[in-house]
């Protein structure tokens, strides 16, 4: 009887730092981006974590429609936090329709920076979904430095344009040369304007209805065609990402669905050939949309994310 006592304590003790260690605590605030705008934070932290995840959220969305993705980190003792996009969420700003998408990428540079003040000598990491994929991968090509791996979702390195009779059709980056001057130009004069057929199916973004809908029904999810200058700033973007993914050097896991129908899978895959990652791996996961982190399925999203992401750290 002695023994099961024995090993009933040994196991509590055990458990009990991993169960401590997963507890999170979550907080919020303000900091200032670019231009003095507002911007709205959020953080989950777990105590003396083993790293930490900086969350990029998609267009239209905010902060909020990534806490389950928080608590997984967060049991893997990793510390995460993530912001509102300027003219997103909480955060001030230009309806989802940027200035300039540079200004994306200097907000977020204040807030890693933040970010490594509060969490002194921790290894940080980045993951960013389609908008947020193609912000953290520009920030990983330019500061490099501050990351130690970066994960991206379905990043908009590529675009459809939908067409009549043909539907949505995937828009050659040669195609995309020739109308990004256009674009620009016509951004200059009519920035607000939206852009047909840019309106997001909610029903595209995954298989399960409770998420779609629960996307559907957010006040605060943006549920109006793509404006313009939002439209052109991705599309230099775009040109960026795929004419410089030989400077991305930090190591990445590139993923994407293969039936996603706002960013094309064969344009997630060309950057990551044109990347010639040293420490690189892409994953397409068959009949997966848009958003593979919340598919029914998703736990093999999940554990193929953890399984590249604990031996980094």
């Known amino acids: ?32 981006g670019v231009e003095g705008a507002k911007l709205f934070y959020q953080h989950w932290t777990v105590r003396d974590p083993k790293a930490v995840m900086v969350i990029v959220h998609g267009f239209g969305e905010h902060s909020d ?39 994306y990428i200097e907000d977020l540079k204040t807030y890693v920076d933040m970010v490594k003040r509060w969490e002194p000598q921790k290894k940080i990491f980045m993951l960013g979904h389609s908008l947020g994929g193609a912000i953290a991968l520009k920030y990983a090509i330019l500061y490099p430095e501050d990351l130690e791996g970066l994960i991206v979702s379905g990043p908009a390195v590529g675009g459809y344009q939908a067409i009549p009779i043909l539907g949505r059709v995937e828009v050659p980056l040669s195609m995309e040369r020739i109308l990004s001057p256009i674009m620009s130009l016509v951004a200059r004069f009519l920035p607000d304007i939206g852009m047909p057929g840019t309106m997001i199916d909610p029903s595209y973004l995954n298989h399960d209805p409770e998420n779609y809908n629960a996307y559907a029904n957010d006040p605060m ?22 004419d410089n993914a030989q400077e991305l050097r930090v190591p990445s896991l590139i993923m994407c ?16 050939e044109n990347a010639h990652l040293e420490d690189g791996k892409f994953v397409e996961y068959e009949g997966f949309y848009h958003e ?22």
């Open 1 to 32: 009887m002695k023994s099961i006592y024995v090993v009933l304590i040994i196991s509590f003790v055990l458990i009990l730092p991993t169960a401590m260690g997963s507890e999170m605590d979550r907080n919020s605030g303000y900091f200032e």
């Open 221 to 242: 999810v943006c549920h109006e065609a793509m404006k313009i200058r939002f439209q052109s700033e991705a599309l230099k973007t775009i040109l960026f990402l795929q």
């Open 65 to 103: 429609r990534y806490i389950e993705m928080a608590e997984r980190f967060g049991a893997e003792g990793i510390s995460c936090y993530t912001m509102d996009l300027r003219g997103h969420g909480r955060s001030e700003g230009p309806r989802w329709n940027p200035e300039s998408f540079d200004y």
């Open 257 to 272: 669905g293969s039936e996603d129908v706002l960013v094309p899978p064969s344009s997630v895959r060309l950057f990551y």
């Open 292 to 313: 593979i982190f919340n598919e029914i399925g998703k736990e093999k999203v999940y554990d193929e994310t953890i399984s590249w992401l604990l031996p980094r750290i």
